[in-house]
């Protein structure tokens, strides 16, 4: 299993940016994809995941900080993964991780992510 991210970069407040995620090593549209932030001095925290049960079937979850700014989606013909981010704030300054695992049943709730990729830093100047 390989992730992939990118996308990272600085940007000012209240910008958009868009993280990706590429996939390999295992069967991507039997994933959870998520992504997870950590800050510098403070614990990892996931933003956002996404599984995917078929066509028009999909669920996603997002932290309360990043709800109605950040919006997650997958190409399943891709093997790719994005973080649409945009009203960003100070507080978003972080490294950005991707992270999968097997999707085992259609309803997923908290989901513990099995695999990790390296992060992408984003910075956003105030």
């Known amino acids: 299993v390989q992730l992939q991210a990118s996308g990272g970069g600085l940007v000012q407040a209240g910008g958009s940016l868009r993280l990706s995620c590429a996939a390999s090593?295992?069967?991507?549209?039997?994933?959870?994809m998520g992504w997870f932030r950590q800050a510098p001095g403070k614990e990892r925290e996931r933003v956002a995941y996404i599984s995917w049960n078929g066509p028009n079937s999909w669920f996603e979850d997002y932290a309360d900080s990043v709800k109605g700014r950040f919006t997650i989606s997958r190409d399943n013909a891709k093997n790719t993964v994005y973080l649409q981010m945009s009203g960003l704030k100070s507080e978003d300054t972080a490294v950005y991780f991707c992270a999968a695992t097997p999707r085992n049943s259609i309803i997923v709730i908290d989901p513990q992510f099995r695999y990790w990729g390296q992060g992408t830093l984003v910075t956003v100047s105030s």
């Open positions: 090593g295992f069967i991507f549209s039997s994933y959870v």
